[in-house]
């Protein structure tokens, strides 16, 4: 096998690896946000809107929205430098 060749199934190998560990931590957030939507629900949003409740909206959703936005760019990025190297 060429070097090359052995470089380009290293970065697949990398690349799937991190595949798996972003599916796996999606499932998990996922998972905790199902599990504590009911309580989340009668504590949060049907009381007063403190800095508190502001705080812990921002921690919840803006965290998720973030791993979204910081996600897709680096997967296209990937993605293309894998198709260039070829």
């Known amino acids: 096998m060429s070097e090359t060749s052995s470089a380009f199934i290293a970065l697949l ?6 595949d798996y560990i972003t599916v796996g931590m999606t ?17 949060i949003w049907r009381g007063a809107w403190t800095g508190a409740v502001w705080l812990f909206i921002a921690n919840r959703y803006l965290m998720v929205v ?3 936005v910081e996600t897709i760019p ?7 430098h894998i198709l260039i190297s070829v």
């Open 66 to 68: 973030s791993a979204a």
């Open 74 to 80: 680096v997967n296209s990025f990937v993605s293309w």
């Open 13 to 18: 190998n990398l690349e799937q690896a991190s």
């Open 27 to 43: 499932a998990l957030v996922a998972y905790e946000y199902i599990i504590t939507i009911g309580a989340e629900v009668s504590l």
